[in-house]
């Protein structure tokens, strides 16, 4: 079978689905792969790097598709490409199913079988394919590096013969993936970390970590069997909202990583909070694509209201994208292994299976 990826948009997407790696591993299952010329260069794997496992070249990305049975990439191929695709293709990616639902009705009707990743079930066997959690990971951990950057003061305490520097105070607003890895690096770095989530099953693993989780009085576990945040009810947002108001006093920065899957972001740090932040601190908000934590988070902007500088970017993991590319392209990998019937050398599309069950857009 063959398998093709041809190059992202650039300007918006840095990372790349196939890596020389992963390569190497696709061929070893008796998969052809094809790519298009400098696929991986403006991330340091040059075409070399993959004509050496085997891998093939052409520069017409036209002519990479309508040769591959299987495509792979990191969203859904844009307006230009997608009437080349046919029923004899499968489409493997974040494909973003929510908000392009028409365009993949589309494809689905051509008989195009679509499998969109972020849709993975929470499974211990769909660990190892799991792309949320991997570029998650890599996003908590930057949007601190990045938001402690721009931050104009020490982050750990220093105590030295002119005086004690106190240690910077940081609030992690969600603590699933992302927001664990914000509160590991946060404290790694010296800060003195706060979190709070819906899920009350966070709590552990928050103070695992060295966090201070803030549990709001009464609270009960919003919790989807998927294991995302769902909704919170009126008065548990209340209850929250009257907690951070009054931490927020002793804040210097707030790393914002709250979403739910295919809604707009929830907005969590209110404008009548802002009074209760002191001018110079900084806020990273993770939710931004989706609307933002924030009442005032823009894309791609630093916005300062009050003195304090709010930061949100389309696409953070391009400021990491060997990385992310390398745990991406290995989810992938182990996403199409589980597909793949090595027998018969073919997809074997088993909905009795709950992962393909589940990603397949039907």
């Given at each position: ?16 689905s196939?890596?020389p ?5 696709y061929?070893?299952?008796g ?6 010329n ?6 340091g ?25 299987i ?8 307006e ?32 195009i079988?679509c499998?969109?990743l ?42 030295t ?8 105070k ?10 664990l890895?914000a ?17 009350m ?12 989780f ?9 919790e ?10 009126d ?14 006093k002793?804040i ?43 009442v ?7 916005v ?25 392209a290995k ?6 292994s ?7 050398k ?17």
């Amino acid at each position: 079978m063959k398998i093709g990826s041809t190059s992202e948009n650039r300007n918006i997407e840095k990372r790349i689905s196939i890596t020389p790696e992963i390569a190497k591993k696709y061929i070893s299952l008796g998969f052809d792969i094809t790519l298009q010329n400098n696929y991986g260069s403006h991330i340091g794997f040059n075409d070399d790097s993959y004509k050496n496992v085997g891998v093939n070249f052409v520069n017409d990305e036209k002519e990479i598709i309508s040769t591959s049975e299987i495509i792979i990439q990191l969203s859904l191929p844009d307006e230009k490409k997608l009437p080349l695709f046919n029923e004899k293709h499968t489409l493997i990616g974040t494909l973003n199913a929510f908000v392009n639902k028409e365009k993949l009705e589309n494809l689905k009707s051509k008989k195009i079988n679509c499998f969109s990743l972020e849709l993975l079930p929470r499974i211990t066997r769909a660990q190892s394919m799991d792309i949320l959690s991997s570029q998650a990971n890599l996003a908590g951990y930057k949007a601190v590096v990045e938001a402690f950057q721009v931050y104009e003061r020490a982050i750990p305490m220093m105590m030295t013969a002119a005086g004690t520097i106190p240690a910077a105070k940081v609030l992690v607003v969600g603590a699933g993936v992302a927001g664990l890895q914000a509160i590991a690096t946060a404290k790694r770095m010296g800060a003195v970390v706060f979190a709070t989530d819906v899920r009350m099953a966070s709590k552990e693993q928050v103070e695992s970590l060295g966090g201070k989780f803030l549990t709001v009085e009464g609270s009960e576990n919003l919790e989807t069997e998927g294991g995302y945040a769902k909704e919170a009810s009126d008065e548990f947002k209340k209850k929250q909202e009257e907690l951070l108001s009054e931490t927020l006093k002793k804040i210097d920065i707030i790393i914002c990583t709250a979403l739910i899957p295919g809604r707009e972001a929830p907005k969590i740090i209110k404008q009548e909070m802002f009074k209760n932040l002191q001018p110079g601190s900084i806020i990273y908000d993770l939710a931004a694509v989706q609307g933002g934590n924030t009442v005032f988070t823009e894309v791609d902007k630093i916005v300062e209201k009050d003195g304090v500088k709010i930061l949100g970017e389309a696409n953070i993991l391009n400021k990491l994208p060997v990385s992310a590319s390398n745990l991406y392209a290995k989810n992938v990998f182990n996403f199409i292994s589980n597909l793949y019937d090595k027998e018969n050398k073919k997809l074997n599309i088993n909905l009795e299976d709950e992962i393909i069950e589940k990603t397949l857009i039907k």
